[in-house]
Structure formats: structure tokens, C-alpha cells
């Protein structure tokens, strides 16, 4: 299966190793890689331990739960990445769907080393959220009208 992160590389040979423990990014943007594959694989504790240790109060494992639970990832696309020994930032944007509207945003991630890379905060740009029609074609990139896609019912959103 191809990774969810757009690398074009499998998932077992891309984000899964940083997911499961078993490898650590060894740069920013592929922990934004990863983070972004683990939302759509809902490993929320991974999403949870690579928030710098300063940002873990504020981001439960609850509630980070209740969005990627509630979300269903389509696309990830790297803007620009840019990193020293110990900073990063990653600018990309994502497509998702909740509830039959179709959300975009564009971020710039900032990312901190301390023996591990973490992700510490970002500049958020929200797009106005879109409506799907029942008879519209699916913004997965599928062929199929958003009613029908299997993707989308799978995903239960």
C-alpha cells in the first residue's frame, strides 16, 4: 500500500517504521510525514509523543482522538522544507473531509530537535470549508460520486 504522506514509497517502507517505534525521523519533514500518516492511520499516541514534551498538556490524547476519529485525510501536499541542526519548518497543506464538508488549510510547522525531532507549534491558514453534494464527484480523486465513493464509507464521514 502506498503511504497516506504522498512519498510514493509503501507505507511499511515510509512512515510505518517512525509510527511503530522501530526508526526516528531524521528530519522535520519526515516526522510531518509520519504525523500526517499517523492521523489517517489514528495512532493518536504517536501524534501525541512527537508533540514537543511542552505541548502534550495541551494536546490530549481525547482530543486529538475526536478529530482524527471524526476526519477522513485525502491529500497532503509539502510546500517548502527548511531545517537546522536544531529547527525546522515544514509549510504544506491538507485536505480532509467531516461530515460531508471538505476542509483545507495550509500550515507552517515548526519543529524542534532535542535528541528526537518534535513538533512544536505552526502558523495556520484555514480555507473556507466546502459542502459536498450527495451527487458531486468525491474529492478523494476518485471517479465517483461522492455518495458512492467507497473511500468516503469506509471512513465513515
Known sequence: MQCYCGSAKEFSLCCLPLISGQAKAEHCEQLMRSRYSAYC?????????????????????ASLAVFADSSHFIKLTILSSEQTASEGYVSFSVRYIQQSTLYEFTERSRFVYDKSWYYI??????????????NELCPCGGAKKFKHCVVHRLSGN
Request: proline residues 6%; hydrophobic residues 30%; charged residues 25%.
Open 41 to 61: 492511520h489514528r495512532n493518536i499516541h504517536y501524534l501525541h509523543q512527537t508533540y514537543h514534551p511542552s505541548k502534550q498538556a495541551a494536546n490530549s490524547l
Open 121 to 134: 507549534d505552526g502558523i495556520l491558514d484555514d480555507k473556507a470549508p466546502v459542502k459536498i453534494g450527495r
